[in-house]
């Protein structure tokens, strides 16, 4: 994607994201890394009339690997300070889930995490339409007291909902202290830490994120009292065991966030190793009437687990009731405030 377009679509996202003149506008980058992300947004920015900012660490030292809510500001405090002071954060880093993106949040800069590849940010623009209907969903949501989600494959699992908030997610940000992930689609909540019971069967189709695989036999998970108590199935279970038990963490065992995917120009299919280097699963988190559930960390809605050991597994074919009403029936959303037609 040449620099114009690409300049383009950030100015799409900016007038989405109430961006206006006098704002200031910081987009934070480190090292190498998406350094043509923040020459789009600045100069997307600039059109705008917005003060912009661009922020940019330096590349972390060689250590084997990304951990979950590890990043380069967490020894720069000043940094995290000037970033407070910004009406708008462009994060071009992975922050979610850190403190330092908390501490910035709560000061009341909105934040938006822009880390997938141009060519997929091109095609999941955020729309009025997304944005509207994820939050009536959201709405919807947060009024319910118990989801139930079944399958054809054997899930049955109900989690109860009384204590953390609805979170949604339109691929835009317009309001302070708000976060939002471009690109995105979907809805969720956290059931109450022992409110979780039943179980979840992984069907061949789904998909296991961080791993971006597709599972070819079925996983098994055994969940009481808000933890998994059992894993079974084939290689992919193993998988999942694996690196589970990486972690050496207990935690990792517990039922992290849950909800549904609204976006029709996600698509189930897509996610083909190497078509875009660099993306981390926003669109098979995604694709329309997908029921994702996930496991370990809560505290990006207030709970009190912050492992590490984190995974997000979007289901097909799977129904979902809140308070016995259905909102998604084989994999479609049914309920008429919410439903979006394909084009």
Not at 50 to 56: G, L, S, T
Not at 124 to 138: N, R, T
Not at 182 to 201: A, E, K, L, M
Not at 203 to 228: C, H, K, M, N
Request: charged content about 20%; hydrophobic content about 40%.
């Amino acid at each position: 994607m040449d620099h114009t377009s690409f300049t383009e679509i950030c100015l799409h996202q900016l007038k989405m994201s109430g961006v206006h003149e006098g704002e200031k506008v910081a987009v934070l980058t480190q090292g190498n890394e998406r350094i043509d992300y923040a020459d789009a947004f600045m100069a997307a920015g600039q059109r705008l009339g917005a003060k912009m900012y661009h922020m940019r660490l330096p590349a972390p030292l060689p250590t084997g690997g990304w951990a979950v809510g590890v990043n380069g500001l967490a020894d720069m405090p000043e940094a995290v300070e000037a970033l407070k002071k910004c009406d708008m954060l462009i994060d071009c880093l992975f922050l979610l889930f850190s403190p330092e993106q908390m501490a910035i949040q709560k000061a009341g800069t909105r934040v938006l995490t822009a880390v997938e590849p141009p060519e997929l940010l091109a095609r999941m623009l955020p729309s009025q339409e997304l944005k509207e209907k994820v939050e009536v969903a959201g709405e919807i949501l947060s009024k319910a007291k118990a989801m139930r989600i079944t399958s054809p494959h054997g899930t049955d699992v109900t989690y109860q909902l009384n204590t953390y908030p609805t979170v949604t997610e339109y691929a835009c940000t317009d309001e302070p202290g708000r976060w939002d992930h471009w690109p995105s689609g979907f809805v969720f909540t956290g059931g109450d830490d022992d409110g979780v019971n039943g179980t979840i069967v992984v069907a061949p189709g789904d998909i296991l994120l961080p791993q971006s695989i597709y599972v070819r036999e079925p996983i098994t998970y055994t969940i009481e009292q808000g933890w998994i108590t059992d894993i079974r199935g084939g290689l992919e279970a193993e998988i999942v065991k694996s690196y589970m038990a990486s972690f050496n963490d207990e935690r990792g065992f517990g039922m992290s966030h849950v909800g549904w995917g609204m976006n029709r120009n996600a698509e189930w299919h897509r996610m083909v190793p190497g078509e875009f280097p660099g993306g981390m699963g926003m669109e098979p988190r995604s694709f329309y009437g997908n029921v994702m559930f996930s496991t370990g960390p809560n505290n990006e809605l207030g709970g009190k687990n912050d492992t590490a050991c984190h995974l997000d597994i979007p289901m097909r074919n799977c129904s979902l009731f809140l308070d016995d009403t259905p909102i998604v029936i084989d994999g479609d959303i049914v309920d008429k405030e919410i439903s979006i037609e394909r084009r």
